[in-house]
């Protein structure tokens, strides 16, 4: 809905222009080029806070700290978003990112288009390539209003490496500043995009 849209749009003006940086044709790219791929739509089973890690049909085990919908629980989950994404870059892995994400996250469906290519390719990261550094929570939304998390991540300087190996290009290291937009979908955080 547009409700949900406006105040991301509003805390993005920044932050869109940094993205630009992390998944741009005109600055150093986090990951391998690829065409346009479609997201995928990944629908988890509603899960109720217990103190055991949740594990959805189709997607990572979400920690308990990130299954709350507070502060503290948007910034777990951002956590362990960007953690995902250096898991699926590096093993490299499918699946992970999408079972993350909203059905409209562009960033979500770029990230994994980029773990598909890695496979397909025979490529992988050789370490994370992001480090994640402050989180701020800009807004927290109530229902399924959207979370804001200002989100302070360094690019690492990384090889990407083929089958062999051999290194196929290096990612530079920078600094950038985001803006994730969670929503709170079936009791459990979504990323909703980031720019």
Not at 62 to 72: F, N, V
């Amino acid at each position: 809905s547009s409700r949900r849209r406006m105040p991301f749009a509003a805390f993005v003006v920044a932050g869109a222009v940094a993205l630009g940086g992390c998944t741009g044709e005109s600055e150093p790219d986090p990951s391998p080029s690829t065409g346009s791929a479609s997201a995928t739509s990944s629908e988890s089973p509603s899960v109720t806070p217990s103190p055991s890690p949740s594990v959805t049909a189709s997607g990572p085990e979400i920690p308990p700290s990130a299954r709350e919908q507070t502060e503290a629980g948007a910034e777990a989950f951002v956590r362990f978003f960007f953690d995902q994404v250096n898991t699926a870059w590096t093993e490299p892995r499918a699946g992970l990112i999408s079972a993350l994400g909203d059905v409209g996250c562009r960033f979500c469906a770029k990230s994994e288009s980029d773990a598909a290519a890695l496979i397909t390719n025979g490529q992988r990261y050789e370490s994370d390539p992001v480090k994640l550094g402050s989180l701020t929570v800009l807004i927290l939304g109530e229902g399924d209003d959207q979370t804001l998390v200002r989100t302070e991540l360094t690019q690492n300087e990384v090889d990407v490496l083929d089958r062999a190996g051999v290194v196929v290009r290096t990612d530079q290291k920078k600094q950038v500043t985001l803006t994730t937009g969670l929503t709170w979908q079936g009791g459990q955080w979504r990323v909703f995009d980031v720019e």
